[in-house]
């Protein structure tokens, strides 16, 4: 597939993701050098990239899918602006691995050591150029029966806007 080099040692063909060994499971490479590939390259996610600074792009996404959450690495060489949705009844959690300068999430300034909360409909991020960052998506389904437990109370409704929390450093590298 041009613009698009799956990594994957067990010559799986490009395009498929690769098993794993939960029912439903499965992990996805892929490096892109083509914005709009990149974008496409996240399985069954609605997304649309602009490449804001000149230059050749070059990106890597990773996907590990589990029953109810998905984690995420994504790195790009160039400035972009992700628009989309991420599916109805989930809600993501993300953090810069590293950032040249502040992202912007939503309206909202993105530092190092911060993390981007919320539901993941309706996302907007414009990331500097050499960004990288990690995130997890949950599945409400599995979220609010854990949040119950954690917290003895409902999902907090704070949790269905699009927020950046700042974390102390040690908990984000911790993290």
């Known amino acids: ?15 498929v993701p690769l098993p794993l060994a939960a029912p439903g499971s499965w992990q996805w490479t892929a490096l892109t050098d083509d914005v709009d590939h990149h974008a496409h390259a ?3 996610w609605h997304q649309r990239y602009e490449q804001l600074s000149p230059g050749r792009f070059a990106g890597l996404v990773q996907h590990v899918q589990l029953p109810g959450v998905r984690l995420v690495r994504e790195e790009s060489n160039q400035a972009l602006r992700q628009r989309g949705d991420l599916g109805a009844g989930a809600y993501g959690f993300a ?13 909202q300034r993105v530092e190092r050591d911060a993390i981007m909360v919320g539901r993941s409909e309706e996302l907007d991020l414009c990331s500097p150029r050499d960004f990288r960052l990690i995130a997890a998506v949950v599945d409400a389904a599995l979220l609010a029966p854990l949040w119950e437990r954690m917290y003895l109370k409902p999902l907090s409704p704070w949790i269905q806007s699009q927020l950046v929390l700042p974390a102390r450093p040690a908990a984000a590298e911790a993290l």
């Open 95 to 107: 953090m810069p691995l590293h950032q040249a300068s502040p992202a912007i999430f939503n309206g």
């Open 1 to 15: 597939m041009r613009g698009m080099s799956p990594i994957d040692p067990t010559g799986t063909p490009p395009g």
């Open 42 to 44: 996240q399985p069954q």
